[in-house]
């Protein structure tokens, strides 16, 4: 038994020997790609992985501008009927008012009426008083016949009647053309309430069209960009597989491949682990930001280019600027120690140098990225966490 697992055991390890040599054979067989191929490659598919991200990028902002534009087409509708509706109030309130300003006239006209009345029956009170206590009487007796004191009698009624008629109709009069004013002053109030809550919801939707105007308006401002960052990876891409057929062909490579550092906004790997405990704009160096990360930890370029520094830099420690091109930068600054040297090209990942204590703080990196020439918020271009 012991003999037959030996021999199983042999043979096994025969069999394994015989199948890695003859793997490797055919590995040595297979020709070897030269290193500027696999590097371009390798640009070649995260260009076209960025591509992609930038056109799934474009669709967005594109449904969202048309859902915006929805939503601002019946915001105008809505904003036009209550601008209608404020006109039908403002109409109401205006022939409210002149209704009830043509009632107010009426009611002096009236007051006026009756204060002339009350004069006239104050004048002829005041005629009887100096006739003595009879008054009427004194009227009635003065005449020479009956027929005469009929008449007088029907005089003197009929006068006493009339003076209560006017009065009893300017006071009724008065007491509707008050009816009229306090309905008046009531519609008044409530078209004064309708046009308050019309003009609140007019200003409300006019707010509401701005803030929607202005949201399309920054779309389309991000769909330029989008389309020129991908017209501009495109181009990049383009001159990837001109290069990449020319390395198979077994040419030469004529330049180092790139891409462009733009279309990558927001897709761009962090320098560093850590968390940021200076953000862009504050603290002593306010064009970049601090992360604080461990003692010895890597820092690590964000996107291929060349070494534009690598030395010591008062107020920065030990700096390294990458040159990506087209005016952008990055900067890795407050360094242990530097892994890389002026004029050396490093790839997107590549070790530039390591995070230490330094005399005055404790352990970070100090991050600035410049695009066109001008510090940025480095938080807008690299990868959200």
Request: no cysteine; proline share 4%.
């Amino acid at each position: 038994m012991a003999s037959r697992s030996f021999r199983d055991i042999k043979d096994t390890l025969v069999s394994f020997v015989f199948v890695v040599s003859v793997t490797a054979q055919i590995t040595a067989q297979l020709p070897v790609k030269p290193p500027e191929q696999v590097r371009t490659e390798a640009l070649a598919r995260r260009a076209t992985e960025r591509l992609q991200a930038l056109q799934r990028e474009a669709d967005r902002l594109a449904s969202e501008e048309r859902s915006l534009l929805g939503d601002l087409r019946k915001l105008e509708i809505e904003r036009q009927m209550k601008a209608e509706e404020l006109n039908r109030i403002n109409a109401d309130a205006a022939s409210v008012g002149v209704e009830l300003g043509d009632t107010n006239k009426r009611m002096a006209e009236v007051q006026q009426a009756e204060v002339s009345s009350r004069r006239q029956v104050q004048n002829r009170l005041a005629e009887m008083y100096k006739l003595g206590e009879a008054r009427y009487v004194r009227i009635l007796l003065s005449t020479s016949d009956l027929q005469r004191l009929g008449q007088a009698t029907r005089t003197v009624s009929a006068l006493s009647k009339i003076d209560r008629d006017r009065i009893a109709e300017h006071r009724r009069r008065l007491a509707e053309l008050d009816a009229v004013r306090a309905t008046l002053g009531e519609r008044a109030g409530t078209l004064d309430s309708l046009r308050a809550q019309a003009q609140t919801a007019h200003t409300a939707l006019d707010h509401a069209t701005r803030a929607r105007a202005d949201l399309i308006q920054d779309i389309d401002r991000q769909r330029d960009l989008n389309a020129q960052l991908t017209s501009e990876l495109q181009a990049a891409s383009q001159r990837l597989q001109s290069q990449l057929r020319s390395l198979r062909a077994g040419a030469e490579p004529s330049d180092a491949a790139a891409l462009p550092l733009k279309p990558f906004r927001g897709d761009l790997d962090w320098p560093a682990a850590g968390s940021v405990k200076n953000p862009f704009g504050r603290g002593a160096r306010p064009k970049g930001i601090e992360i604080a990360t461990a003692d010895g930890a890597p820092v690590r370029a964000i996107h291929e280019g060349i070494v534009a520094f690598a030395d010591a830099f008062a107020g920065f420690g030990n700096l390294v600027i990458v040159d990506h091109g087209a005016q952008t930068f990055s900067l890795y600054g407050d360094l242990l120690d530097l892994a890389v040297a002026k004029g050396a090209r490093v790839e997107r990942g590549q070790p530039v140098g390591s995070v230490g204590p330094l005399p005055t703080r404790a352990a970070g990196l100090y991050f600035e990225l410049r695009v066109d020439g001008q510090p940025v918020d480095p938080l807008q271009w690299l990868r959200k966490k």
